[in-house]
């Protein structure tokens, strides 16, 4: 299965600092912490963290449409246990099911992605401690909801997460390539990502890329990350630490 992005470089810290007790704005300055720290470690060229993982267990999806009354049917978002990815064919006018994840910065440089139009997500943007109110929408979700029109510089928005919560209004600050987000998915189905200051989680994947010469010395260098995790907070949970390629052998959609 072809994901999009590659499975064979790479490593995946999965951390949770909710699991220690910490708050939410500890929790920001302390992954805001480990991205930075992350970066310095010798031999790394990129790190940013993501809320969900490609071809996991866990998937959370919204309902997306371009800014105005709630189109009936739109859902609020929610994490839930599913093989499915995005359901292109409930898709209805103007509101897309959308693959939502939290990301920091850097993300799509670490899983060597990059931005086609627009920006990334600066640092201010992702670790606010008030919501940002920006967005990173794919290039599936881009063509669906504004066709041959540049989405960067408009708006989408989504339902709030309770019944009578005024909707959540985003503007897009950039767009990157489609992925694949599940065994059943036979394209790129749409993704819309935020902030950890507009949705934020606790539970993250830290992504890293490195200039490593082959896939063993790659992963040799996982014990300098638990290292350099446990420089920035020795009770950070530290959940599982592997090379992509393990992650992908031990996941059976892959």
């Given at each position: 299965?072809?994901?999009?992005?590659?499975?064979?470089?790479?490593?995946?810290?999965?951390?949770?600092?909710?699991?220690?007790?910490?708050?939410h704005d500890e929790t920001r300055l302390i992954y805001q912490r480990v991205e930075d720290t992350l970066r310095a470690v010798p031999g790394?060229?990129?790190?940013?963290?993501?809320?969900?993982?490609?071809?996991?267990?866990?998937?959370?999806?919204?309902?997306?449409?371009?800014?105005?009354?709630?189109?009936?049917?739109?859902?609020?978002?929610?994490?839930?246990?599913?093989?499915?990815?995005?359901?292109?064919?409930?898709?209805?006018?103007?509101?897309?099911?959308?693959?939502?994840?939290?990301?920091?910065?850097?993300?799509?440089?670490?899983?060597?992605?990059?931005?086609?139009?627009?920006?990334?997500?600066?640092?201010?943007?992702?670790?606010?401690?008030?919501?940002?109110?920006?967005?990173?929408?794919?290039?599936?979700?881009?063509?669906?909801?504004?066709?041959?029109?540049?989405?960067?510089?408009?708006?989408?928005?989504?339902?709030?997460?309770?019944?009578?919560?005024?909707?959540?209004?985003?503007?897009?600050?950039?767009?990157?390539?489609?992925?694949?987000?599940?065994?059943?998915?036979?394209?790129?189905?749409?993704?819309?990502?935020?902030?950890?200051?507009?949705?934020?989680?606790?539970?993250?994947?830290?992504?890293?890329?490195?200039?490593?010469?082959?896939?063993?010395?790659?992963?040799?260098?996982?014990?300098?990350?638990?290292?350099?995790?446990?420089?920035?907070?020795?009770?950070?949970?530290?959940?599982?630490?592997?090379?992509?390629?393990?992650?992908?052998?031990?996941?059976?959609?892959?």
């Open positions: 299965v072809d994901p999009g992005f590659s499975f064979t470089r790479g490593l995946i810290v999965n951390v949770d600092a909710s699991l220690a007790g910490r708050s790394v060229k990129a790190a940013g963290f993501g809320s969900i993982m490609p071809f996991g267990e866990i998937t959370e999806e919204r309902s997306v449409q371009k800014p105005g009354p709630t189109v009936e049917g739109a859902k609020g978002g929610g994490t839930s246990m599913q093989l499915g990815g995005g359901a292109a064919d409930k898709d209805k006018a103007n509101l897309v099911d959308s693959i939502a994840t939290t990301i920091g910065t850097d993300y799509f440089n670490a899983l060597g992605l990059g931005v086609t139009r627009g920006r990334d997500f600066s640092a201010s943007e992702v670790f606010s401690p008030t919501a940002t109110h920006v967005a990173i929408v794919d290039e599936v979700l881009a063509g669906k909801l504004f066709g041959k029109d540049n989405p960067v510089g408009q708006q989408v928005q989504y339902k709030g997460r309770q019944d009578g919560d005024p909707p959540i209004v985003l503007d897009v600050v950039g767009v990157v390539p489609g992925l694949k987000h599940s065994l059943t998915d036979k394209a790129a189905v749409a993704h819309i990502y935020t902030p950890l200051s507009q949705d934020f989680r606790a539970d993250v994947y830290f992504h890293v890329s490195t200039a490593a010469a082959t896939p063993a010395a790659e992963a040799a260098m996982l014990p300098r990350l638990r290292q350099a995790l446990r420089e920035v907070d020795t009770s950070l949970p530290i959940l599982r630490a592997e090379t992509r390629g393990q992650y992908a052998e031990r996941n059976f959609m892959l």
